[in-house]
């Protein structure tokens, strides 16, 4: 269950106006330390998983670490032979963006193509503002508890964002009880609900902010991502008090699955045809756990401890890049690739437990992502045209 309130041409890698946060993303290109990677991964989750035994996840890192230093080496040389600036889109770059984006230029490829970029661009002092405005509201922001709330709720495990003062639960605004990426968390939020009174603050939110403070160093940076993911590449409404896109969204998923996997179906609605669940708005339990996916865009669902990347990093580079479309393709890779456990379940209970669990186990981010993209289907927008209707 989501809680939520509310109110009513090109740039230049090279001589990006941020050029020190440009160095310390480049600098991330250099091969990871050791130390420390034993139990934590590069981003500060811990790598050891109740879902996965900690030697696969370090077998799979060992393997991926090959794999991406050729992956950086093609990467350095498109944008070479680009002059130093990010190229157009083209049918080359997705495919290297499908591939995986090199970590050091991870966070102003996402910038630069989500077209947060553009934002900033246009609003180069607005972020400050909202930030002094959301201080000199404090409990007048009506959107303040609940955030507050959910700071600590935000992947309290990992380093990064662990508050140094766990048996407190309750903190003034800025306090200095806080880590860094917490008070980031804090003043991205607090933006957004003043930035976009019809969203104000969906939980959920916090998850994605949390996510990409710990790839991109900028928290300005993180709010124009967030503006555009919920403002243009989402669907309208998928955070407003109607949740409506959200519906929408997971009705067109109903689908896919009812037409690309009827066995699938079969097992999550009971045998129910899906015009009669759309008819009397009856969905099965199982889009409790496929709304989460998308709400959150999988931030806390694909597994964080896979070093030297998150998966879920894998498929926000296409999502930054392609569009929401994604997020159907990375549903039905998951309920794909997990068939056989999903049709061997004894009842709808199991069915709900799998589809919770089995994404988690999800480290090979290659073979997901493989499975994903074979999955065409060139109807996603269409079809979710006809459902809106």
């Known amino acids: 269950m989501y809680v939520r309130t509310t109110s009513s041409p090109r740039q230049s890698i090279i001589s990006h106006s941020r050029k020190s946060s440009r160095h310390r993303q480049l600098s991330n290109c250099s091969p990871c330390s050791s130390e420390g990677l034993e139990q934590y991964d590069i981003y500060g989750f811990n790598k050891s998983s109740q879902h996965v035994p900690l030697h696969r996840i370090n077998e799979f890192e060992a393997r991926y670490q090959s794999i991406m230093g050729h992956k950086r080496y093609q990467w350095d040389q498109m944008l070479a032979e680009n002059g130093g600036d990010w190229p157009e889109k083209s049918p080359k770059l997705r495919r290297y963006i499908r591939k995986g984006i090199p970590r050091c230029y991870r966070a102003q490829a996402w910038f630069h193509y989500s077209g947060a970029l553009g934002l900033l661009q246009k609003n180069p002092h607005v972020y400050k503002s909202l930030v002094q405005s959301a201080e000199m509201m404090g409990s007048h922001n009506e959107h303040r508890n609940l955030i507050e709330q959910d700071l600590h709720r935000t992947f309290p495990d990992n380093q990064h964002l662990r508050c140094q003062r766990p048996e407190i639960h309750s903190y003034e605004p800025y306090s200095p009880a806080c880590v860094p990426k917490i008070q980031s968390l804090r003043n991205v939020l607090m933006a957004l609900s003043i930035y976009s009174p019809a969203i104000g603050y969906c939980q959920s939110l916090n998850f994605i902010a949390g996510m990409l403070l710990l790839s991109i160093e900028d928290e ?124 061997n379940a004894e009842d709808a209970m199991e069915i709900f437990q799998i589809m919770q669990i089995l994404p988690k186990q999800a480290i090979d981010c290659n073979q997901l992502l493989d499975v994903c993209i074979s999955l065409s289907y060139l109807g996603y927008d269409l079809l979710r045209l006809i459902l809106e209707l």
Request: aromatic fraction near 16%.
């Open 220 to 343: 300005e940076q993180v709010f124009w991502v967030m503006v555009i993911t919920t403002s243009h590449i989402l669907p309208s409404n998928t955070y407003d008090i109607t949740m409506e896109g959200a519906s929408i969204d997971q009705l067109t998923l109903l689908w896919l699955i009812f037409d690309k996997f009827p066995e699938i179906w079969s097992r999550i609605s009971n045998d129910v045809p899906f015009w009669e669940l759309e008819q009397y708005e009856r969905p099965p339990p199982s889009t409790l756990v496929t709304t989460h996916w998308f709400l959150t865009l999988f931030a806390n669902v694909l597994p964080p401890e896979a070093s030297p990347l998150i998966t879920v990093f894998r498929v926000w580079d296409i999502f930054f890049f392609e569009g929401h479309v994604v997020l159907f393709r990375v549903a039905l890779a998951i309920l794909d690739l997990n068939s056989e456990a999903l049709l």
